[in-house]
């Protein structure tokens, strides 16, 4: 085990943190540890979002440093503006600190002893690929490893992270791959501990039970099949079987199906994230668990930066128009658009939750923008006394376009920061990509499953609050329940009577001034995108349906809500908050089901967590525990990895021919995957997504004549894609016969490595 690794990237990371602590404490000034949780990924975020404007002139180790210098530079003028001499509180620093250093030791532990970057079971091949390709040039974009002569089509923030941080430390990218991904890990959840703690501080909760609940929500609850699961089968046989045939009915063609069926006896990791079918409902534990460094894991923890730039522009006082400005139109558009880059997916949700700061926000979002007259505008009562209901619906209306004026505003900025990636990849994304509508609807058993938990605690937390704050009588608060029922029925959308009403009853009670605050923000937010998945999709060219799009878009749900979630729970837990209830013919108080309702949750929610990282742990072993991603070369593949390692150590990026990968996620095109090393082709269905089937699978047969063809083609081929080395292992002798793989008959190319399995051959291009 590399203990020293592992102290270096834990050193690394607090130093980070330590650097953009004061522009943490500027962004977060009224937060209670002065926004030390988000320190982290705030100076990932100047630093990347540095290294990416200059990366597209140079990029090296040099500009790993300049990045940091950027940040220091950045922190110092913040300081010297800085009239409160207590801009860090060393607390809080502290408290984040040990949070973080917790759960980058907690994945540490997970990835030691099981490191393997391998091609099934996720996108690993795909991360490491692009990875070691970011680590290999000399400017951005970086070179597609699957396409020499063109540069990666796909965003690639997350991976250009890690870079970073690998140039930083000077660590071997076999180990720093899984020491990146411990330290995002933890870096969302202590910002997610940061956020949940300033939500439950500003209403009047416990901030530390409130951050604690909100960090495991994010970083360690899963959904509710296992304990359901386990609930089910522990009555007796007969019933138990009747009740999981009808479970696993209601989600039929899932993993998570079979899971219910038979028990607990069958765990695994895998099957509590398909439980929707024809779609992944992945979650944080989960992702992490699984091991990719794929961009919808690694934005999560700037979608929370969002959120809590948000939340800090929704606190700030409705004439402070300058503070204002800052949070809105300076230092949100840097982060969007470094989410964006990181994982586009996540571009509509974060342009989604400043519009509802904007629109929730005491303040006028209008005066954001120039001559526009600073103050607080009631949407329902715009200028005193009461509205008519024209008047509040107008007033209503005005405040949502204006706060769509100001999300458009970031947006465009954010497009600004983003420029060069937008011109080369965010286009061709989108090129290949159209609106699906009206899928299969999602079951109401499959919704509970997956939000359950959240649905709980929000609706413990919005209910009495809306029935107090709307004066609805329970009579009709009855029949309107109802209704909603039937019409979720008749339309057959469960979404309808399950998720809709947080939409609802939310707004209202935010705009009636009832006992909420940004944490009902956030619970709209994650309920917004849970409908709106049932109606609209991305229809795109790597799986039909919204498969994509409810995998993407969960991940971000969960990470909204799990805060909001904490919060919530924590302030009704809380005796110092001002909305009281009870139980009626019970001497039990509103605290006291809170309590309740929280222990049963997170004794609920972290059974998964519990009975995965126990098989993880005793189906691995801790003998010989590493961080090395690449350490199973040596046993599983002896002879490549042999040849793998020699041309790792070539420098630069040399062209290289091997066979097609048509078959993703298994073992093909493991020299480009795992060198960073331009193939002509790599992953043909990979390559097909980004730059259309047809044009991909021509270049697979250019490949298919370097290995096969006659002697006339092969040269002309060579020199079209430059190619410097061909190789000929397991794959290529499996696909083509023997005597066309002898490349040293042919003029300008002679073999520069062989053992018993592999003939790599360098190609002398102007003998060729």
């Not at 330290?183 to 439950?200: C, E, I, M, N």
């Not at 509508?437 to 919704?447: E, F, I």
């Not at 993407?552 to 908050?577: D, E, N």
């Not at 042919?746 to 399995?757: L, M, Q, S, T, V």
């Amino acid at each position: 085990m590399e203990y020293a690794l592992v102290v270096l990237w834990l050193a690394a990371f607090q130093a980070l943190a330590f650097a953009a602590l004061p522009i943490a404490a500027r962004l977060f000034v009224r937060f209670p540890d002065r926004g030390a949780s988000f320190a982290v990924p705030v100076g990932l975020a100047v630093t990347t979002t540095a290294v990416f404007l200059v990366g597209h002139v140079g990029f090296g180790r040099w500009t790993a440093f300049l990045g940091v210098a950027v940040l220091a530079g950045l922190s110092l003028v913040v300081l010297r503006r800085e009239t409160d001499s207590r801009v860090i509180r060393p607390r809080g620093y502290a408290e984040a600190a040990l949070v973080f250093t917790v759960a980058f030791l907690l994945l540490v532990a997970v990835r030691a002893v099981d490191p393997a970057i391998v091609p099934g079971g996720g996108e690993k091949f795909l991360d490491y690929g692009i990875y070691r390709s970011l680590l290999r040039a000399d400017a951005l974009p970086p070179a597609d490893m699957w396409w020499a002569g063109d540069h990666v089509r796909y965003y690639y923030g997350g991976h250009l992270m890690a870079a970073v941080l690998t140039h930083l430390t000077g660590t071997a990218p076999e180990y720093g791959y899984n020491l990146a991904l411990s330290g995002f890990y933890a870096s969302l959840v202590t910002a997610a501990y940061g956020l949940a703690a300033a939500l439950g501080d500003a209403r009047g909760a416990s901030r530390t039970t409130a951050g604690a609940l909100g960090a495991f929500f994010v970083g360690v609850a899963s959904n509710l099949v296992v304990p359901v699961t386990g609930l089910v089968w522990l009555v007796p046989d007969p019933i138990a079987s009747g009740i999981a045939d009808r479970l696993s009915g209601a989600i039929d063609g899932s993993s998570a199906s079979d899971l219910v069926a038979s028990g607990l006896s069958e765990f695994g990791y895998w099957a509590p994230s398909r439980v929707i079918p024809g779609t992944i409902n992945e979650f944080p534990l989960f992702a992490f668990l699984n091991g990719d460094l794929h961009g919808h894991m690694l934005s999560t923890q700037f979608l929370l930066v969002i959120a809590a730039l948000g939340f800090a522009y929704y606190r700030t006082d409705p004439g402070n128009r300058r503070r204002r400005r800052v949070l809105a139109l300076v230092a949100l558009p840097p982060v969007v658009a470094l989410l964006t880059l990181v994982n586009v997916w996540s571009l509509p949700t974060g342009l989604g939750v400043a519009w509802l700061a904007f629109a929730f926000g005491p303040a006028d979002p209008l005066t954001l923008l120039p001559g526009v007259a600073t103050g607080a505008r009631s949407a329902s009562v715009p200028d005193g006394g009461t509205a008519s209901p024209g008047a509040a619906v107008a007033a209503e209306a005005r405040r949502i376009g204006a706060a769509f004026v100001g999300a458009a505003a970031v947006g465009a900025l954010a497009v600004v920061w983003l420029s060069p990636f937008v011109v080369g990849v965010l286009l061709q994304s989108a090129s290949n990509r159209s609106l699906g509508v009206l899928p299969t609807p999602t079951t109401a058993t499959g919704l509970l499953l997956v939000h359950g938990a959240f649905l709980l605690a929000f609706a413990l937390f919005l209910w009495p609050r809306a029935r107090e704050s709307l004066s609805v009588d329970p009579g009709r608060f009855g029949v309107l329940a109802a209704a909603l029922v039937a019409v979720g029925w008749w339309l057959g959308y469960p979404v309808v009577v399950l998720v809709v009403p947080l939409v609802v009853a939310g707004w209202l009670v935010l705009r009636a001034d009832g006992d909420v605050g940004y944490e009902t923000v956030l619970v709209i937010a994650g309920a917004g995108l849970v409908t709106l998945v049932e109606f609209v999709y991305v229809e795109d060219s790597a799986i039909s349906g919204r498969f994509n799009t409810v995998f993407k878009v969960y991940m971000q749900v969960w990470v909204l809500w799990g805060p909001a979630a904490g919060a919530a729970l924590a302030t009704l837990m809380s005796q110092r908050a001002d909305f009281e209830w009870s139980v009626p013919g019970f001497d039990v108080s509103r605290g006291d089901v809170a309590t309740g309702v929280a222990v049963a949750l997170v004794l609920s929610t972290g059974m998964y967590g519990g009975l995965a990282l126990e098989n993880h742990f005793e189906s691995t072993g801790a003998d010989g525990a590493t961080l090395d991603g690449l350490a199973y070369l040596d046993d599983r593949h002896a002879d490549e990895g042999e040849a793998i390692r020699w041309l790792d150590r070539k420098s630069g990026q040399p062209h290289v021919v091997t066979a097609p990968g048509r078959s993703p996620y298994s073992w093909s095109s493991p020299v480009p995957s795992l060198t960073g090393l331009p193939a002509v082709v790599g992953w043909v269905y990979q390559e097909g997504v980004y730059r259309g089937s047809t044009v991909a699978e021509r270049r697979a047969e250019d490949v298919d004549l370097i290995y096969r063809g006659q002697w006339s083609d092969r040269a002309e081929l060579l020199k079209r894609y430059d190619v410097e080395y061909v190789y000929v292992g397991p794959l290529e002798r499996e696909a083509y016969a023997d005597e066309n793989l002898d490349f040293g008959r042919y003029p300008g190319i002679e073999p520069a490595f062989r053992n018993d399995g592999v003939v790599v051959y360098e190609v002398n291009q102007s003998a060729v």
